[in-house]
Nanobody, 123 residues
Framework: QVQLVESGGRLVQAGGSLRLSCAAS????????MAWFRQAPGQERESVAT????????YYSDSVKGRFTISRDSAKNTVYLQMNSLKPEDTAVYFC????????????????WGQGTQVTVSS
């Protein structure tokens, strides 16, 4: 059974940093794309960053480019999202996802999802 378990979300002040983790288990993720999405209240779920399991491909949304960094540790089956210079508009539930489609950014392209972790940025 595939499981994606996020951790690391909490309340942080604007300008601060957080690192989210996503522990993946239940299958081999070689060839998969791993992603972080976020969803704020009343908003659609949006892609934040993606990375190929090989690490050779990354994607960032314009809203986080230059501030967030996605990475993975294949030995630990874990994907990370380092978030710096956080802004109140980054407040959302952050979800980890996995899917087989290369360069995918739509939530519809991802088969597996975690339960989410809350990130709240105070001004």
């Amino acid at each position: 059974q595939v499981q994606l378990v996020e951790s690391g979300g909490r309340l942080v002040q604007a300008g601060g940093s957080l690192r989210l983790s996503c522990a993946a288990s239940g299958r081999t993720f070689s060839g998969f794309v791993m992603a972080w999405f976020r969803q704020a209240p009343g908003q659609e779920r949006e892609s934040v960053a993606t990375i190929s399991w090989s690490g050779g491909y990354t994607y960032y949304s314009d809203s986080v480019k230059g501030r967030f960094t996605i990475s993975r540790d294949s030995a630990k089956n874990t994907v990370y999202l380092q978030m710096n210079s956080l802004k109140p508009e980054d407040t959302a539930v952050y979800f980890c996802a996995a899917g087989p489609q290369y360069q995918a950014t739509s939530p519809l392209s991802f088969n597996y999802w975690g339960q989410g972790t809350q990130v709240t940025v105070s001004s």
